[in-house]
């Protein structure tokens, strides 16, 4: 809605405008359809409508009548199922909602493997992620048959299991002075140890990975110099040269004192060191 793509405050706008959007698609869907249940997650809502397919079209209609710029698509439920994020919805027999993991076609079930080069506190998150996941998205109906899926998992991917039975909850922690954390590759029986040093100060410890293959080799894309921040030299008419740093694009910048000479006529020579 106007706001630059990656902007700190764009989430917040976006959200603002799709609830003032929202009380307008409410009070004026009564002439359309009944809506039994509206629930929006950012971009992505599930709602419950009383008729038929027909009358999810039209209220699809309805919706991106409001607002040119706004428009839905529409995905409705097969074989009484339905994928909603991380969730799948069915309805059963006497019409109530059950809810368990869902996992696209795709999903390869492979994870951080336990022999790999990791602290084991990350090794122990995996564990912990896909059990409290279990006990979060599932029912009753569907909690054990999703647990044992998540133990074949975790001992596919190298793992000792046996204790995914019951929810992860997380230890009380005592208040502790905050410090400024120290951050360090991990490297098995060293840096370990040290964290372990650390610790007893309250200096909390981030195991940083190492430099990837990506990281190492050159972009493949083509550079600009003047895309960049840096320093440049304008050279100007009368024999003396303006030299200057900016943390912006050098482009920027010229463009700002070609703003300022606007009506002065000097003829200048830009030029990137």
């Given at each position: 809605?106007?706001?630059?793509?990656?902007?700190?405050?764009?989430?917040?706008?976006?959200?603002?405008?799709?609830?003032?959007?929202?009380e307008i698609a409410m009070s004026t869907a009564k002439?359309?359809?009944?809506?039994?249940?509206?629930?929006?997650?950012?971009?992505?809502?599930?709602?419950?409508?009383?008729?038929?397919?027909?009358?999810?079209?039209?209220?699809?209609?309805?919706?991106?009548?409001?607002?040119?710029?706004?428009?839905?698509?529409?995905?409705?439920?097969?074989?009484?199922?339905?994928?909603?994020?991380?969730?799948?919805?069915?309805?059963?027999?006497?019409?109530?909602?059950?809810?368990?993991?869902?996992?696209?076609?795709?999903?390869?079930?492979?994870?951080?493997?336990?022999?790999?080069?990791?602290?084991?506190?990350h090794l122990n998150a995996v564990v912990a992620s896909?059990?409290?996941?279990?006990?979060?998205?599932?029912?009753?109906?569907?909690?054990?048959?999703?647990?044992?899926?998540?133990?074949?998992?975790?001992?596919?991917?190298?793992?000792?299991?046996?204790?995914?039975?019951?929810?992860?909850?997380?230890?009380?922690?005592?208040?502790?002075?905050?410090?400024?954390?120290?951050?360090?590759?991990?490297?098995?029986?060293?840096?370990?140890?040290?964290?372990?040093?650390?610790?007893?100060?309250?200096?909390?410890?981030?195991?940083?990975?190492?430099?990837?293959?990506?990281?190492?080799?050159?972009?493949?894309?083509?550079?600009?110099?003047?895309?960049?921040?840096?320093?440049?030299?304008?050279?100007?008419?009368?024999?003396?040269?303006?030299?200057?740093?900016?943390?912006?694009?050098?482009?920027?910048?010229?463009?700002?004192?070609?703003?300022?000479?606007?009506?002065?006529?000097?003829?200048?020579?830009?030029?990137?060191?």
């Open positions: 809605m106007g706001n630059a793509m990656g902007s700190p405050v764009a989430p917040l706008v976006a959200n603002i405008w799709m609830e003032h959007f929202e002439a359309v359809t009944t809506i039994k249940l509206w629930k929006r997650y950012v971009d992505d809502v599930f709602a419950i409508i009383k008729g038929d397919s027909d009358s999810a079209t039209n209220f699809l209609n309805h919706l991106n009548s409001i607002h040119r710029k706004i428009k839905f698509t529409c995905e409705m439920e097969k074989n009484r199922k339905m994928a909603f994020l991380d969730v799948e919805i069915g309805v059963r027999m006497d019409g109530s909602v059950s809810h368990t993991v869902y996992r696209k076609t795709t999903h390869t079930d492979r994870y951080l493997h336990a022999n790999s080069h990791h602290h084991p506190r896909l059990t409290n996941r279990a006990y979060d998205l599932c029912d009753e109906d569907h909690l054990q048959s999703e647990l044992a899926h998540v133990e074949k998992v975790l001992q596919r991917n190298g793992y000792k299991v046996g204790n995914t039975a019951t929810r992860d909850h997380k230890l009380l922690r005592q208040y502790r002075v905050e410090r400024q954390p120290a951050f360090m590759p991990y490297v098995k029986g060293v840096t370990d140890k040290i964290a372990r040093v650390l610790g007893k100060y309250a200096v909390k410890t981030i195991f940083t990975p190492f430099k990837k293959i990506g990281q190492m080799l050159r972009s493949p894309k083509d550079s600009f110099p003047l895309e960049k921040p840096g320093v440049y030299k304008i050279d100007c008419s009368c024999g003396k040269s303006y030299v200057g740093q900016t943390k912006r694009t050098v482009s920027c910048r010229i463009n700002e004192h070609i703003k300022a000479r606007r009506n002065t006529s000097v003829t200048v020579a830009f030029k990137t060191e």
